[in-house]
């Protein structure tokens, strides 16, 4: 069957599409920047990518940074362990 959310967090996104947040996480098992992200996932606006979803990914702890202390940084990555 469908696996639920494995994490006992489950962030909005996580629920609202949990196919999505699964393939967004094997895909930043490898660290990827925000515009490598924005073109797997084909979405054009980077606001709606950053409110919608790595936002509550990062907050849900699912998604990490490569630079917590420096959010906005330009060198920025995004990963999954």
Same mark, same amino acid.
Request: glycine share 6%; with cysteine; hydrophobic share 25%.
């Given at each position: 069957?469908? /696996?639920t959310c494995a994490l006992p967090i489950c962030t /909005?996104? @996580?629920t609202k599409d949990p196919g999505r947040t !699964? @393939? #967004?996480l094997e895909f930043?098992? #490898?660290a990827r920047? !925000?515009?490598e992200i924005q073109d797997f996932l084909e979405i054009k606006s980077r606001k709606y990518l950053g409110a919608m979803i790595l936002r509550p990914l990062i907050k849900g702890g699912l998604l990490k940074l490569t630079i917590p202390n420096k959010p906005t940084s330009p060198n920025q990555k995004y990963y999954c362990d």
């Open positions: 069957g469908v /696996q /909005q996104a @996580e !699964r @393939e #967004i930043c098992k #490898i920047t !925000r515009s």
